[in-house]
């Protein structure tokens, strides 16, 4: 599936979130790479999947790889987007290593056990507080710190969020995750409006339903928040996706491209839904 028309030549992305599931960022990647952009590959990896904010050392391998398939260039960085260092030291590497930074997607973000996922009754405050670290204020490190390496650099760029469907209908668990990507939703106006003079276009993109199948990793909180639902995963989608099935990663990733794209030039402060007509039943 994976595809595109866009050209990316000449272009420096940096895509953060690049191999943690549902494996959005590395379709991101490739796409970028094949259209011709250098791509530096950023996760916070640990062994084990704790949450799903985090990625293998083995999977962020293989976007590497991946990015490399493809002809290009490809810079693999380990950082947690909740650590302010280490993001501006990705952004700072990423311009040094591989010349300038003219793309950036945040991806990373999640749900796991110590970072939201509970009933908001059960909810403690740490597990709280990592969740609005890595969902919010990542979001707002990630475009910070790319902003100013584009204003530096003085001819533009482009910066796209990842946001979810979750700040429209959020289910049972999912509460404080959604909590802190409609932060996310408000983040991206917000910028676009301050950064537009500097010819910067900022914009997000709300997914839903990654198909577990379609990915190397799964999405084990999709399976967590159908299995609440107290049906099976067919009567799930059928009750909440109009096109009656879930998506594959690069779905979205086309979605993330035409923002980044100079087709899109005269988008910024948007966020785009990617759910299959969610909402309309």
Request: proline share 4%; net charge negative.
């Amino acid at each position: 599936m994976l595809g595109g028309m866009h050209d990316f030549a000449g272009k420096v992305a940096l895509v953060m979130g690049a191999a943690c599931p549902p494996e959005i960022g590395r379709a991101v990647a490739v796409r970028l790479a094949r259209a011709g952009a250098d791509v530096a590959c950023a996760d916070r990896v640990e062994v084990g999947h704790p949450d799903s904010a985090c990625a293998s050392p083995e999977a962020l391998d293989a976007t590497v790889e991946a990015v490399r398939a493809e002809g290009q260039a490809a810079l693999r960085l380990e950082a947690d987007v909740a650590d302010a260092a280490q993001v501006n030291e990705a952004v700072e590497r990423c311009a040094k290593e591989l010349g300038r930074l003219d793309l950036v997607v945040n991806v990373a973000g999640g749900l796991g056990p110590e970072m939201g996922w509970a009933p908001l009754l059960e909810l403690t405050e740490a597990s709280w507080r990592r969740s609005t670290d890595v969902n919010l204020t990542g979001a707002f490190l990630v475009a910070q710190a790319a902003a100013r390496q584009m204003v530096e650099q003085g001819d533009g760029g482009s910066i796209v969020l990842l946001s979810s469907y979750a700040t429209v209908a959020a289910d049972v668990g999912t509460s404080a995750f959604a909590a802190a990507k409609a932060g996310v939703d408000r983040l991206v106006s917000a910028f676009a409006m301050e950064l537009g003079p500097h010819q910067i276009r900022v914009n997000g993109v709300r997914p839903l339903g990654v198909d577990p199948d379609a990915t190397d990793s799964g999405h084990p909180y999709l399976e967590q928040t159908v299995a609440q639902s107290g049906g099976d995963r067919d009567q799930w989608v059928r009750s909440k996706i109009a096109l009656n099935r879930l998506q594959n990663p690069d779905e979205t990733a086309a979605v993330i491209a035409f923002l980044l794209s100079s087709e899109a030039s005269f988008i910024t402060g948007e966020c785009i839904t990617v759910a299959g007509g969610s909402g309309m039943r």
